[in-house]
């Protein structure tokens, strides 16, 4: 059974960073495509960054030059780097894997989510 559980979020202020970590059971971090997504209220659930099992990296333009995602396949587990927040990054983040090596920024392409973690910037 695979459970991927996500932890680091918090509140901080405009332009404060964070960093998440998800923790994966059940499912090698080297074997597939995993990613970072995000959902505010009202909002659809929109993909933020993924990294497939070669270390290739795709953003969201919403992101990119602020966020970093890695991989620790030793500790098995995904991060995701969060610098310069702003307010418009406030949302419920959730890691998400799938099985196959390509990776999508599709929330529909994952088979796998955590329960998520809470993300506040405030100005």
């Known amino acids: 059974q695979v459970q991927l559980v996500e932890s680091g979020g918090g509140s901080v202020q405009a332009g404060g960073f964070l960093r998440l970590s998800c923790l994966a059971s059940?499912?090698?971090?080297?074997?597939?495509?995993m990613g970072w997504f995000r959902q505010a209220p009202g909002k659809e659930r929109e993909g933020v960054a993924a990294?497939?099992?070669?270390?290739?990296?795709l953003y969201a333009d919403s992101v990119k030059g602020r966020f970093t995602i890695s991989k620790d396949n030793a500790k098995n587990t995904l991060n995701l780097q969060m610098n310069s927040l702003d307010p418009e990054d406030t949302a419920m983040y959730y890691c998400?894997?799938?099985?196959?090596?390509?990776?999508?920024?599709?929330?529909?392409?994952?088979?796998?989510w955590g329960q998520g973690t809470q993300v506040t910037s405030s100005s």
């Open positions: 998400a894997a799938r099985n196959t090596r390509v990776c999508s920024l599709s929330p529909a392409a994952y088979s796998y």
């Open positions: 059940g499912y090698t971090t080297s074997s597939g495509c």
């Open positions: 990294i497939d099992s070669d270390g290739r990296k």
